[in-house]
């Protein structure tokens, strides 16, 4: 499955979108139920440390849909920050 990304006020890296392609594509393995990803990537201004924003929604027919949003130093720790999170969702929307 590929995720839908956007970057927000500026152009993303080839390294990049296939790091979150490969993220995406692993927990939508893991979890059948997800159908879709939508990840918006923003540099939070000031120009500082830990200004990289993520935010991360996947949608899980017939559940709500969910979402994480993450700030870190890089866009793939955020990334990764957001799909710790949503994976725990995973987990309670699995077993409820």
Not at 17 to 37: G, H, P, Y
Not at 59 to 76: N, R
């Given at each position: ?47 500082t440390a830990?200004?990289?924003e993520a ?42």
């Amino acid at each position: 499955m590929e995720a839908k990304i956007k970057a927000i006020h500026f152009d993303i890296t080839d390294k990049l979108t296939s790091f979150i392609n490969k993220k995406i594509d692993k927990i939508s393995r893991r979890f059948e139920a997800v159908t879709e990803a939508e990840v918006t990537l923003k540099v939070v201004k000031p120009e500082t440390a830990m200004n990289k924003e993520a935010s991360v929604k996947l949608m899980v027919p017939p559940a709500a849909d969910l979402f994480a949003s993450k700030t870190a130093d890089t866009f793939e720790e955020a990334i990764d920050l957001c799909l710790e999170a949503l994976e725990s969702q995973l987990e309670k929307n699995k077993n409820s």
